[in-house]
Structures are given as structure tokens and as C-alpha cells.
């Protein structure tokens, strides 16, 4: 048998690229910390859906890996190493005593993960987990074909953007509270970005669950909102978010986009314009304008990306879930601004809160 020649692995040196020794001695921390991203998301949201920042609470004690696996009904070795991910995120902290590790939650993690708090952000969390993150699975063919995933991810036909996102009356809870947890964190701020006093009746158009309605009767004692929203969230509003007692707070069953607007001051369309089209936010905002009084507005509340499109990173990674998971996308200010243009609207003005969400007032 002839024998076969053998294969040559040598280099040709001259037709490689230099490496320099800045480029030797670099490490790519960053993109190794985003490749990996998803990692950290996944522990946090396993270690609220476990309970185990609840438990901690609740304890009044550091506690154990035995008393933590015991209370969250998992494996020791499992538990071990999530509650090692969450020290090393300052999620928890550590005590050593007499040997033994025991665990405790941070400030942080007792004010937003603790399902107790007034500020708690483990629904916010849950709809993550369970909605965003499943429709982020298919992202790529978001941006291919220029379309929200609903139906790939759920089986879900998305010709009406809400029916998808309400397709089922636990999903429609999970993405109240969702807002509720939202608005209890970053609602005074948008809604003291501009001083609202002078409006006295508000129409919180798809107010959901309340909670932003709740910090405009807080910051202006004169005002009454109205929560403007479908009949099925108003009624799961009523039940599980806005109890009876407050009386500057009322409710109007309805489509925003098919029903007429009541005449009003001030309508507030918060996390709104961002779900649609650039189309049918001027025909939402038209038809805001034709039913505002004369010398009344609208508050636009959204995450704004800056004009030059630096950032911020948070708006940029919005705008995409906003292709995930809706018809929209974020905007810039001058975008809003020739939106309420286009729609009648004058005197506009922006502010950014230094927070997520930013505030766009136009007057009529």
C-alpha cells in the first residue's frame, strides 16, 4: 500500500496578522460578562421563585443550608450552590459561626425581593422569568422578521396585541402586578417631573392595576384619576389593587382605541405608546387631543433613548423586548415630540428623571 503523504500543519507566519501585545495582554471581561448574562438573570429567578429570600425574612435569623433547603423543599448540593451564586451576586450575605455558614439577606434584597415589602419586585421577577424570558428564546427571529413571538412562544395568535398578552386571566394578573410593582418604585418621579397641580381630572389611559393612579392622588391631594382600561382588568383591578376606600380614584370600562374618551384635564398614557406603531400612537394621541379640554395635556411616561443613540443601555434592551413582545418600540424625546406634534399637540416639553422612565408633557 502506498503510503500517504503526510499532512503539513506548519504556518505560514508572514500572512498572519501581528498580535500586539496590547491585544496579547487584553481580556475580554466584558463580553465573557454578557455571554454569561443570562446566568445571572436564571439565579435570581430561581432563588425568588424558591422562596428563598421570603424565607430568610421570615426567619428573623441567618439560617443554614440544611434549615434553607428544609424550608425551600430542595436538594442540599442544589441549594448549596445556588445560595453561593447568590452571596457572590451580594444578593445574601455570610456569617461564620462556630464553623458553620449561615445565610441572610442584604438590605437590598429585604426591601425588592421579599414578597412582604411595599416596593417588592418578585412579581416584576415572575413575569420575567415566566413571559419575557421565554419570548427572549427567540429573538433572533424577532429581528429577522421584524415581528413580535408570541405565537412560537405560546401558541398564541397576536393579531390582537392584548388579547396575547392577556390570553389567559393568570397572565393577565402576572402582568398587573407587573405595573403594580413598577409604579411603586418609579411613579412619584414621573409623575412629579411636571407639576400637575392644575389638573384636576386625570384619565390614566390602560391604567392597569392602579398603582401610578395611587401616586397621583399622593402628589396632588385636588386631582381625581380615573383608571381608563379593558372591562376584564378593570374588574381584576377592583379586586386584587384598589380597594373601595379611595374615593379620588374611580374607573371606566373600555378600548382606548375604539370607545370614546371622556372630556378630561390630563390623560396620562404611561408604558402605552411604546406597545404600537408610530401610526396608531397618532391615532391613539388624536384622539387624546380631541377630547382635551382646552388648556389640558397629555403625560407621556416612557423609557427615553437618548437623541444621539448612546444609550441608555436599559431604553436600547427595552426597544427590544418591545419587538419581542409587542408592535412597538422605544423612543427618543424628539420622537414623542413629533408624535404630539402630529397629533395637535403643543408646548412640549421633556424631562428625564435620571431613573428608567422618563416624562413628555404636551398641551393643548
Known amino acids: 500500500m502506498a503510503e500517504r503523504p503526510e499532512k503539513s500543519f506548519t504556518t505560514d507566519l508572514s500572512k498572519t496578522p501581528p498580535v500586539t501585545d496590547t491585544a ?4 475580554p471581561r466584558k463580553i465573557l460578562d454578557y455571554m454569561e448574562g443570562f446566568l445571572v438573570s436564571k439565579t435570581l429567578f430561581t432563588a425568588c421563585e424558591l422562596g428563598v429570600f421570603d424565607l430568610l425574612a421570615l426567619s428573623q435569623r441567618p439560617l443554614s443550608l440544611e434549615e434553607v433547603a428544609q424550608g425551600i423543599g430542595a436538594s442540599l448540593d442544589g441549594t448549596e450552590r445556588l445560595l453561593a451564586a447568590c452571596t457572590g451576586l451580594d444578593l445574601l ?3 461564620n459561626r462556630e464553623g458553620q455558614v449561615l445565610y441572610s439577606n442584604t438590605e437590598q434584597s429585604r426591601v425588592y425581593l421579599t414578597q412582604s415589602s411595599p416596593v417588592s419586585l418578585t412579581q416584576s421577577i415572575h413575569y420575567s422569568s415566566r413571559t419575557i424570558y421565554l419570548c427572549w428564546h427567540y429573538l433572533t427571529d424577532a429581528v429577522r422578521e421584524g415581528k413580535n413571538q408570541y405565537e412560537k412562544t405560546f401558541g398564541v395568535k397576536s393579531q390582537d396585541l392584548f388579547e396575547a398578552l392577556y390570553r389567559s386571566e393568570e397572565e393577565m394578573v402576572k ?6 410593582s413598577i409604579w411603586n418604585i418609579c411613579g412619584r418621579d414621573v409623575v412629579t417631573a411636571f407639576d400637575l397641580s392644575p389638573f384636576t381630572t386625570i384619565y390614566d389611559l ?6 401610578l393612579a395611587k401616586q397621583c392622588v399622593l402628589a396632588y391631594p385636588e386631582c381625581t384619576v380615573t383608571i381608563f382600561d379593558l372591562p376584564k382588568v378593570v374588574k381584576t383591578s377592583r379586586e386584587h389593587f384598589v380597594s373601595n ?9 373600555g378600548d382606548f382605541f375604539k370607545d370614546a374618551l371622556p ?4 390623560y396620562i398614557l404611561a408604558r402605552i405608546l411604546h406597545d404600537w406603531t408610530d401610526e396608531r400612537s397618532i391615532e391613539l394621541l388624536t384622539k387624546v387631543y380631541k377630547a382635551c379640554r382646552p388648556g389640558g395635556g397629555v403625560l407621556v411616561v416612557e423609557a427615553l433613548l437618548c437623541e444621539d443613540g448612546s444609550g441608555p443601555l436599559t431604553a436600547q434592551l427595552y426597544s427590544l423586548n418591545m419587538l419581542v413582545q409587542t408592535e412597538g ?3 427618543t424625546g424628539a420622537n414623542y415630540t413629533t408624535l404630539l406634534t402630529a397629533s395637535g399637540f403643543n408646548n412640549i416639553q421633556v424631562v428625564k428623571t435620571g431613573k428608567i422612565y422618563d416624562a413628555v408633557l404636551g398641551r393643548k
Open 175 to 180: 402582568f398587573m402586578q407587573l405595573m403594580n
Open 206 to 211: 390602560g391604567g392597569c392595576s392602579g398603582a
Open 24 to 27: 496579547a495582554a487584553a481580556y
Open 245 to 253: 376606600d379611595n374615593q379620588r380614584i374611580q374607573f371606566h370600562e
Open 329 to 331: 418600540k422605544e423612543r
Open 93 to 95: 450575605n455570610t456569617h
Open 263 to 266: 372630556e378630561a384635564n390630563l
